[in-house]
């Protein structure tokens, strides 16, 4: 057993809004609580580059239910919907505005400005500007810095979870190059999402599907990893960054390179038609004409959107018309967790992007990320730090660092292939046949990485691991499912026919 090691009650690991709540709930309970996360900069988050906002119900949680329910095209589970539309309202009270006392547009006035996305039914998210996460985030990390009974560590990473006799016993950190153990009564994963393992995305770099991974390793379940969702309006340039739906819901309208507008030949809510959907059309149209471009001319955007139209300037874009293409976005599926985020290993909860609440079933709802990471993370950590289970000190093993250096850009090499696989595959459209010749390639890959982690325990090596293993596991959900639906969109072998889906 190692001599050194540390212990909390309740561990979390993941500072986005999904961590920083569970870490914030378990300790107004009284728990002792480590808050572990890899990233060194608000910005290493992606709730950091939420934009549009956080949906509430405006007191009406069946409208909301509805909204989520047909954007999902029927697949998310309804008592999962419920917990989120029935919590949603008191948690955004308790915790942001109560507690960090954000300052939602529209609050100087008394009356809050709620704006309208895609597939929402009414004006209900709550925002700043187009740079909600910001706002919500910077001061939520604050809180949990400055507060007694909550440790940060930054720029730590868990490289795997420590299970003994069934149960999870806390984490290895990559502290120490042989792993540090850090036992807890409760550990939580609110890793975030994916966007590491495509090559264009609107996470930071370091969204490698860690929880995922670790969780998987260790035995968890997980489910729904094929619906991968893809945001229709990211720029499409280098180094794309996301335009946020809230444009479309104030009236920005896409054009194709013709200078027409598509969307109402493709479905009846227009722009305003399920991500999915315009996901789909954008990138149908930038094939057939060349390029698609958000106009917003319909708007004011400077006055209204003066974050977004300050970036665009930054980066030289002149005009109204932005070119858009869509771009990698957020995970719907993930570590499957019950109404607290608990997994199905004992003392092993996961919360926010990496989880799996069946929330979004096929297709994320606008803005309901924050929120379903808002109301897991306080559910889990108060959960967590409830039933006090005492951490114990178990042995752990010990991970070999015995050749520690790295042949030069060999993760960067072996990440530009991964990207590479899994844009050709597992993006907006699939073959079933290419997934299944994907599949292959991904497990050569994982194999070769596999043989460097056996005596190295380098942060982007285990990055690629987990990369890799989250890759394998999505194409293998993609691959046993036979149906087209939502995020996950099947075409056959050449013709680029779509397959029948649940609407045909
Ligand atoms: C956006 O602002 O378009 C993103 C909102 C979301 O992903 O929920």
Not at 416 to 440: Q, V
Request: hydrophobic letters at 40%; a negative charge.
């Amino acid at each position: 057993m190692t001599a050194t090691h540390d212990t909390a009650d309740v561990l979390v690991v993941g500072s986005g809004i999904a961590g920083c709540s569970a870490a914030f709930a378990a300790a107004r309970e009284g728990a002792d609580v480590l808050l572990l996360t890899k990233a060194e900069r608000p910005d290493d988050a992606s709730t950091d580059w939420a934009q549009g906002g956080i949906s509430t119900t405006r007191g009406n949680p069946e409208a909301l239910k509805a909204d989520i329910l047909e954007a999902s095209d029927g697949t998310a589970d309804p008592d999962a919907v419920d917990v989120l539309v029935e919590n949603a309202d008191a948690a955004v009270e308790d915790a942001l505005l109560g507690t960090l006392e954000i300052e939602f547009d529209g609050s100087d006035d008394g009356e809050f400005d709620y704006t309208r996305e895609a597939a929402h039914s009414e004006r209900r998210i709550l925002h700043v500007d187009a740079a909600t996460g910001t706002h919500i985030l910077r001061p939520f990390l604050n809180h949990v810095d400055d507060h007694e009974r909550i440790e940060v560590r930054q720029d730590t990473a868990a490289l795997k979870l420590i299970t003994h006799e069934g149960r999870v016993h806390g984490v290895l950190s990559d502290e120490d190059s042989a792993g540090h153990p850090i036992f807890a009564g409760a550990t939580i994963l609110a890793t975030g999402g994916i966007g590491a393992l495509y090559g264009r995305s609107t996470n930071p770099a370091d969204a490698t599907g860690d929880g995922i991974a670790v969780a998987v390793l260790a035995g968890a379940d997980v489910a729904d990893l094929e619906y991968v969702q893809f945001h229709p309006t990211a720029y499409d340039g280098e180094d794309p960054f996301l335009l946020s739906e809230a444009l479309r819901g104030e009236g920005a309208v896409l054009r194709n390179g013709d200078g027409e507008r598509f969307m109402p030949d493709y479905h009846p809510d227009a722009e305003l038609a399920p991500r999915d959907v315009v996901a789909r059309a954008v990138a149908t149209e930038r094939e057939a004409t060349g390029e698609v471009a958000l106009d917003v001319g319909p708007l004011e955007f400077e006055a209204e959107f003066p974050n977004i139209a300050s970036t665009c300037r930054d980066r030289g874009i002149e005009g109204d018309e932005i070119p858009v293409a869509p771009c990698e976005h957020f995970l719907c599926g993930g570590i499957d967790v019950d109404e607290n985020g608990r997994t199905s290993l004992e003392r092993l909860y996961a919360v926010g992007e990496c989880a799996r609440t069946g929330v979004h079933g096929a297709n994320r709802l606008a803005s309901t990320s924050l929120l379903e990471g808002l109301v897991w993370g306080l559910r889990a950590g108060e959960d967590a730090a409830e039933t006090e289970v005492e951490p114990r000190v178990v042995d752990t093993p010990e991970l070999r660092d015995s050749d520690p250096a790295l042949p030069e850009r060999f993760a960067a090499e072996k990440f530009t292939r991964l990207r590479r696989t899994m844009d050709e595959s597992l993006g907006l459209e699939r073959d079933p046949d290419e997934i299944a010749r994907t599949s292959a390639v991904l497990r050569r890959l994982k194999g070769e990485v596999d043989a460097y982690v056996r005596t190295r325990t380098a942060r982007d090596l285990y990055e690629l691991r987990n990369a890799c293993v989250t890759a394998l596991l999505i194409a293998r959900a993609a691959s046993e499912n036979a149906e087209s639906r939502g995020c996950h969109h099947l075409v056959t072998d050449d013709s680029g026919i779509a397959e029948p889906t649940a609407e045909d």
